[in-house]
């Protein structure tokens, strides 16, 4: 048996490492891209050869990637217009371009807000004369005065009396003759107190005008009660009105009953809101103090919701400039899974009547909670992807939820703090404009003109005129742009 001796094994030849300067060319990446945040993209390719012995370089550009150019065009227009204070004139530009029959009226509804009387726009487009009642200011001034039925009375008399024309002068003589005649004719008091006229003969002389109107309304004799009720003071009237409307039964008492008392919540809560939910809102156009204008448009636009009248609950919404129930009509009555465009179309809705809510008031709307916060959220994350950084941060608001603070925050940062700043501040200078008669029309922002395209730049076409106002979808990324917040795009050329 042989022997179990190891085998030896013979020595490996030593290999010399070789330390490369330079990868070899067939490991060079000869180009690549890289996606950044904000639309930027990164490229490098093989720059053309220097000459020979020369090292071979890369050349590296940095661009935007805009793959919704109709979306991006469209927020520089809306952001250009609030920027410029162009928003009527957006709104009937929108009018204008919307083939949609619902979504015209919605505009037009929209527009009116910028009228110099917004109520007397509504009712136009109610199909309502909007044409202000002579003695509308008079009215209103009389509440602070002292209540003089008897002049009114008196005053109208007189008019009656003058309602003659020269052609009947003969008759008018003849006729005023025959008054005086019948004046002075003798007459006799009745005086039995068991008949009515006996009783109503003994309040008048005794002076007793309460009891006197009581058997007026008894006898159905409405006018000699208004009469005598005016000349026993404003409490008399008063229980008079409230006695006439308890025994009336006529179909229009609830409006008569409204106008006397002026409460018209009874009319927005209990009139057909789907026959006749055009006259409440007209009622409350022509009646409501601003302090409850708001809130009897959206009692119409509840009641509207209730009954499944979204589109018109959303033109009651639109007249309260409540937001958050505008988006909520506006969902459930458009489809905004078709896409960026949809969303556009309610941005645009809701960044316009926010504009005109802030104008009224004089103060900053803040949205962050709610379906609107979302839609904006995700309207900003489309603008962002775009490059649209500024105009995206403006749509976040002040929401601490996580994914928007973590959003808002990337955009600072993208931004850098100081055209954060900048952008936040110029938003709210847009806002500080106040009308200067709130209560005539409950909005209004056009004091007797309206405000040229583009009053911020230079004349020429107000969307594509500079403003400040970065716009990734037209701007040549190879050429100089004036600085602005969050401009870091370009062609950078540089070899390594």
Known sequence: MESMAPVTQSARPKVQTVQ???????LRRPCGASFGFGGKLVTFEKAVSQGQGQSPKS???????????AIVERSTKLETSLANDNMYEFCEAKVADTASVDNQTVWRFIKANYEADARSAFMTLLGYDNSKPANADAQAQGQDQDFQVSDRIDAVTDEMEDLKTHDD?????????????????????STDEKTPSGSLSKALLTGNLEKAVDICLEQNRVADAIILASKGGLDLFTKTQQKFLDKSDSKELPLIRSVVNGDWSPVMNYV????????????????????????????????LVEAGLKQEALLCFICARDLDQVVQCWMATRDLSSGPDALQDLVEVVMTLKSSAERLTGQAIEINTGPLSAQLTKY??????????????NYLGQSNEESI????????GALGRSAAAAATAGQRRSIGRKTSDPRSSGLSSRQGHRPSWNSGGSGGDPYTAYTGIHNPAVEDISAFQPPVPHIDHGKKSGYF
């Open 405 to 412: 603070a973590a959003l808002r925050e990337r955009l600072t």
């Open 272 to 303: 057909s809101a789907t026959k006749n939910w055009r006259e409440a809102l007209v009622a409350a156009m022509t009646y409501a103090q601003p302090h409850e204008f708001n809130d009897y448009c959206s009692k119409l636009g509840y009641r």
């Open 59 to 69: 050349e590296v550009k940095i661009g935007n990637v805009v793959t919704e150019k």
């Open 380 to 393: 900003a994350n489309i603008l962002a992807a775009q490059g649209a950084l500024s105009a995206a941060l």
């Open 20 to 26: 490369l300067k330079q990868p070899p060319k067939w």
């Open 169 to 189: 002068t003969f008759e008018a003589i003849a006729a005023k003759a025959d008054k005086v005649a019948k004046m002075q004719e003798s007459f006799e008091i």
